[in-house]
């Protein structure tokens, strides 16, 4: 029961070239770095992430996608990094953008066994209709297109049809863990690192505090350890190190 392993490095050694990572985070909020860094210290190429966004200033997901190791992005938000915008306008990358509930439903459902849903988000747009650019050529035109989502009428309003997700591998960071595997994650970080974790067929947890069983209530635990096969303890620098996106003062 103890999954508990020495460093990060060897929490991820078995992530092969063209594996998929389910990632968790919010902006800068709840971030698996340190996951993040031994995968880019692996070298693998091909990658095909899910994230609500591909990192930002360069931290998360960004060095990754510097390295031109990301092959395809499933996420929702593109904000401010111009590197993930340039590879995606060049053609470099492929992008599929949903809707942010919805990939954070696609994530929940494949960790539960539902291999597809209804939803209304999207209906009357090309994310139900198809059309979306996924990869651009270059030049311009549109290489890759979304397709076409089955739409369905329930009780006289129109829902379309999304797939789950499950991925090779989840990497997200929590406030606390025990070595069960159990997670606590503290506000924000709590938006997508859940379903994040509950996607992959191996999850991965970076964690600020490891306490042993017994030392988080039940009645705290956000994320059960069935989900997760691998606990990472950071030290107190690593857990220390949070950006900050924007920094705003009062007058």
């Not at 510097?66 to 929702?76: D, E, K, N, P, Q």
């Not at 060049?90 to 960790?111: D, K, N, S």
């Not at 859940?194 to 964690?207: F, K, L």
């Amino acid at each position: 029961m103890d999954k508990v392993v020495a460093t990060a490095a060897e929490a991820v050694a078995d992530v092969r070239d063209g594996a998929s990572l389910a990632v968790g985070g919010f902006g800068l909020s709840g971030v698996p770095n340190e996951l993040i860094r031994a995968v880019h210290r692996l070298g693998v190429r091909q990658l095909g992430v899910v994230s609500n966004n591909c990192g930002a200033l360069e931290s998360g997901l960004a060095p990754l996608l510097a390295a031109g190791r990301i092959a395809r992005v499933t996420g929702s938000y593109i904000g401010a990094n111009k590197e993930f915008a340039r590879q995606y306008l060049a053609g470099e990358i492929e992008v599929e953008m949903i809707p942010q509930g919805t990939l954070a439903e696609r994530l929940r459902a494949g960790g539960c066994g539902i291999p597809a849903f209804y939803t209304p988000a999207g209906v009357g747009t090309q994310v139900a209709e198809g059309g979306l650019p996924w990869r651009y050529d270059g030049r311009g035109g549109v290489a890759v297109a979304s397709p076409p989502k089955e739409v369905r009428e329930f009780d006289g309003t129109r829902y379309v049809l999304e797939r789950s997700i499950r991925t090779d591998f989840a990497l997200v960071r929590a406030a606390r863990g025990d070595r069960h595997g159990n997670l606590v994650f503290s506000r924000s970080s709590r938006n997508f690192n859940p379903p994040a974790a509950m996607a992959g067929r191996v999850t991965v947890a970076e964690v600020e505090e490891l306490v042993e069983p017994g030392g988080i209530d039940p009645d705290e635990v956000h994320l059960p350890g069935i989900f997760v096969q691998r606990v990472v303890a950071l030290t107190a620098e690593q857990a220390a190190d949070k950006a900050v996106e924007k920094r705003t003062v009062s007058g």
